[in-house]
């Protein structure tokens, strides 16, 4: 089968590898539509950040190179001795994370802060930049009627925004702001919006990001090069919002981020960092302020495609090009790192 692997940065290549054999436990998946994420372009651009490399991942016991691809959705074609929760012929999407089950925080529950923490298809085992993969029982849920193929492939970025939404101290009416307006952003402004954010604003550069952020339910987008971010949010929002998100990784937001908010307001931090960022921390401490950080979600897949029933998180709206999986990096990696027009790109792994 066809897959797309990772080798180092720069270097993704399409190729002829193993389809994956069934085992017990498992269940093997025919993959439909995959997403290209943020993290799929920092390891591509400046990886490894997530592929192991020298040493196996702990739960994938594998290393680079690894197939690619964590946002995807498919078809069960053959289950493993024991499980019970699909049979072939159901529409699934992945929950792609790797956890050990032994620390103590997947004892816990809490699975995504495990201490080997990894993913599938950015840690080693497989993933859905390729034709089929196999993953463990507990990482699959079955999709609803009515949700395409496409759709699904958007429920693992929705996860991020929704988990990263719930961890906040918002309640409904109250008021956010969403620095940074890239797939993730803009289905944090989305997420807001489910949980009933009275005015949601957005600051972000690409006028094409910031027209969707509009779209999306975003009050005023505010461009960072024209005004100054966080004197506008405090006027906006009538001396600061409830909570501010960090989606963009930039070291110079983060203060801004913090510092858009009112006394005892709070700062999701939703990125992951290449570099440290410094902030003053009297604005934190005067104003009695909480920053905190999200680290991908849990519990929370089948929620999210109850939202997508609702009319969260289309793809319609998300979705601005569809590639093929032999096209992944020129048409897709290459693509997202030139054009700031491009909010998500789908993959379809199938040979047409
Ligand atoms: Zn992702
Ligand atoms: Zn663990």
């Known amino acids: 089968m066809k897959a797309a692997r990772w080798y180092e940065a720069k270097d993704i290549r399409v190729e002829t590898i193993d389809e994956p054999v069934i085992a017990p436990g498992k269940i093997k998946i025919k993959v439909e539509w995959t997403g290209i994420c943020g993290s799929d372009l920092h390891e591509y651009a400046a990886g490894p950040i997530f592929v192991p490399v020298q040493e196996p991942h702990y739960v994938s016991q594998d290393k680079a190179p690894i197939v690619m691809g964590h946002e995807f959705s498919g078809q069960v074609t053959e289950v ?59 990482m699959v849920h079955k999709m609803p009627e009515g949700l395409s193929y496409e759709q699904g492939a958007l429920v693992e970025p ?38 009933g954010a009275s005015e949601i604003y957005a600051v972000e550069l690409s006028p094409e990001r910031a027209a969707k952020a509009k779209e999306l339910g975003a009050r ?36 801004q981020a913090i510092d858009s908010t009112s006394f005892e307001g709070e700062t999701i931090i939703v990125s992951i960092w290449e570099s440290e960022a410094s902030v003053q921390p009297n604005n934190i401490v005067l104003q009695e302020r909480t920053v905190k950080g999200i680290i991908a979600y849990r519990d929370i897949f089948p929620a999210v495609m109850k939202l997508m029933q ?17 096209d992944v990096v020129s048409e897709g990696f290459e693509a997202l790192m030139k054009e700031k027009s491009q909010v998500k790109i789908l993959v379809k792994s199938q040979p047409e």
């Open 80 to 138: 493993g001795e024991g499980v019970t929760k699909v049979q072939p012929g159901d529409p699934v999407v992945v929950e792609p994370i790797l956890s050990c089950g032994e620390c103590p925080a997947c004892k816990k529950g809490k699975y995504n802060l495990c201490e080997h923490l990894g993913f599938h298809g950015l840690s080693g085992g497989g993933g859905g930049f390729s034709e089929y993969t196999m993953v463990d029982e507990h």
């Open 220 to 255: 005023e987008v505010i461009n960072p090069k024209e005004e100054q971010a966080v004197e506008r949010l405090r006027e906006l929002s009538g001396g600061g919002v409830d909570v501010s998100f960090e989606v963009t990784g930039v070291p110079a937001v983060l203060p």
């Open 310 to 326: 609702q009319g969260y998180f289309q793809a319609e709206k998300l979705v601005t090009k569809r590639i093929h999986l032999d």
């Open 158 to 195: 929705a996860a991020v925004a929704l988990h990263a939404v719930r961890l906040s101290k918002l309640k409904p009416g109250d008021k956010a702001a969403v620095f940074g307006a890239g797939p993730i952003g803009l289905l944090v402004i989305e997420a807001l919006r489910a949980a």
